[in-house]
């Protein structure tokens, strides 16, 4: 008996369409490896419709008025809350990821990340009006760009949809966003339940692969473009947008530093650490995968991580003691093996370190030490349930540790001790630093990296001016 596959559908100008020339590609359960949807595979053609949809509509959505957007995004959120066991559902389906933790730790975030941005749409204004110059006034108007281009990842499909369309959207603009081609179904949903909300063309979905994505950055209509990925990804992007000067937003790799100290808490800094760590297996550009922990504690500490790791539980979706799901597709997996099996002689595998099962793409929870600053596995990131753990002699040293990667997106500082908090704070090169808690987001509060983490930032009154541009005005008074 064979199961009829699910067929999803691009959706442009408010219609569901296949792919013009009518190509595919398998959507994969990555909890069980089996096919369970097919998607479009968008090419140039579907890009064209795409962006001309996004652009007949961008004059009219421009022109409403903030309280109109506000109310869309809130109809949105509401329409988003009361479907919330389909969202999570597909959610689960592209990846894996426990029920449970998905309706409970991203369901409310991403509903109040839309509210928060349907907010920020009434705060749209520019400086006062001023005399600066003798008999003229000046105005500063801040505007919509226009159409946006968006490349969403895999490993928060639902969540990073919001993040990049809803700031778009507030601020006026329309939108073309393309999914993974791992992970499409959420996002088609998302598209399904937000038709009847805005008009024609403000929001569109092409689902496809790389070359898709490649299409839609180097198309002449979009004023901006906008990718969360890898940093592979994101210079290929910043190329492509450079040849027409398009703006750019990128929010790629991190490899986050977590200091111990010899002072903290250690019980807590374990098992927060572990969390912070595992979950979404480790598939996080702010997971706290690289601890640095003082030598007076880092045997003390080592072994209680290890020990945490083995306490921790992956599995099947449906079981609500997991932690975390399996790994986004087979390429995850072997390249998250690959760092383990090419761990220098002088590394130590103190947890985990394998394959979980022959069914889905599972990895235990592992933890490494004895690891060196130049060691590979320090320098690149693994985006996988794998913790390493350094020792450091003093704050010098944690510093010179954390700071020496080429990423820069966030970090953690685990003390007691006030004024060393605030120090590392000011001197830690990430866009973001916690304080004896490493992971929570809230909407207010903006996201992003410097260095190789890219450039922009998401949520917050930021994330939302990243999408305005600033225009400026001088009347004469005595026309």
């Given at each position: 008996m064979t199961t009829e596959l699910r067929r999803l559908r691009n959706y442009i100008g408010g219609e569901f369409k296949d792919?013009?020339?009518?190509?595919?590609?398998?959507?994969?359960?990555?909890?069980?490896?089996?096919?369970?949807?097919?998607?479009?595979?968008?090419?140039?053609?579907?890009?064209?419709?795409?962006?001309?949809a996004a652009a007949a509509a961008f004059p009219g959505w421009r022109d409403t008025t903030p309280s109109e957007r506000q109310k869309a995004l809130l109809?949105?959120?509401?329409?988003?809350?009361?479907?919330?066991?389909?969202?999570v559902a597909a959610e689960s389906q592209n990846t894996g990821k426990p029920l449970a933790l998905t309706a409970s730790e991203e369901l409310p975030p991403m509903v109040?990340?839309?509210r928060f941005f349907a907010g920020a749409a009434r705060l749209l204004e520019g400086r006062s009006a001023g005399e600066y110059m003798e008999g003229?006034?000046?105005?500063?108007?801040?505007?919509?760009?226009?159409?946006?281009?968006?490349?969403?990842?895999?490993?928060?499909?639902?969540?990073?949809?919001?993040?990049?369309?809803?700031?778009?959207?507030?601020?006026?603009?329309?939108?073309?966003?393309?999914?993974?081609?791992?992970?499409?179904?959420?996002?088609?949903l998302m598209a399904e339940i937000i038709d009847s909300i805005l008009p024609k063309g403000?929001?569109?979905?092409?689902?496809?692969?790389?070359?898709?994505?490649?299409?839609?950055?180097?198309?002449?209509?979009?004023?901006?473009?906008?990718?969360?990925?890898?940093?592979?990804a994101g210079m290929q992007v910043a190329e492509s947008a450079s040849k027409d000067v398009k703006r750019v937003h990128l929010e790629l790799g991190g490899k986050a530093p977590v200091v111990v100290f010899e002072d903290a808490d250690l019980a807590k800094a374990v098992e927060?650490?572990?969390?912070?760590?595992?979950?979404?297996?480790?598939?996080d550009c702010t997971a706290a995968t690289r601890v640095l922990v003082h030598e007076s504690v880092h045997d003390e500490f080592v072994s209680a991580l290890a020990k945490a790791a083995a306490d921790t539980k992956?599995?099947?979706?449906?079981?609500?003691?997991?932690?975390?799901?399996?790994?986004?597709?087979?390429?995850?997996?072997?390249q998250v093996a690959g760092f383990i099996e090419r761990l220098p002689a002088h590394a130590k595998v103190e947890a985990g370190g394998h394959r979980v099962g022959e069914k889905g793409y599972f990895y235990a929870p592992t933890v490494v030490s004895g690891l060196k600053q130049d060691d590979e596995i320090i320098q690149n990131e693994v985006f996988g349930p794998v913790i390493t753990v350094q020792s450091f002699t003093d704050e010098a040293q944690a510093l010179e540790y954390a700071n020496g990667v080429e990423f820069a997106l966030a970090s953690s500082v685990w003390t007691k001790d006030h004024a060393r908090a605030m120090r590392m704070s000011k001197n830690l090169d990430f866009g973001c630093v916690w304080i004896n808690t490493?992971?929570?987001?809230?909407?207010?509060?903006?996201?992003g990296g410097f260095k190789k983490s890219g450039y922009g930032k998401d949520l917050s009154a930021y994330g939302f001016e990243d999408y305005t541009r600033i225009k400026h005005v001088m009347t004469s008074l005595d026309a």
């Open positions: 792919a013009a020339d009518g190509r595919t590609t398998d959507v994969v359960n990555p909890a069980t490896g089996e096919v369970y949807a097919t998607a479009p595979l968008s090419g140039q053609a579907d890009v064209d419709a795409a962006m001309a109809k949105i959120a509401d329409a988003f809350e009361a479907r919330a066991d389909e969202l109040d990340q839309i003229m006034t000046s105005i500063i108007r801040r505007e919509p760009v226009g159409v946006c281009a968006q490349v969403a990842p895999w490993n928060y499909p639902m969540m990073m949809a919001v993040w990049k369309f809803a700031p778009a959207i507030a601020a006026g603009n329309t939108v073309v966003l393309k999914p993974s081609d791992t992970t499409p179904a959420s996002t088609v403000v929001f569109n979905v092409v689902c496809g692969d790389r070359d898709t994505g490649k299409a839609m950055v180097e198309h002449s209509t979009p004023a901006m473009a906008s990718i969360t990925g890898s940093v592979r927060d650490i572990a969390v912070a760590g595992y979950f979404n297996a480790g598939q992956t599995g099947q979706p449906d079981d609500e003691d997991v932690l975390y799901g399996p790994l986004n597709n087979p390429n995850q997996l072997k490493h992971i929570p987001l809230v909407a207010e509060m903006p996201h």
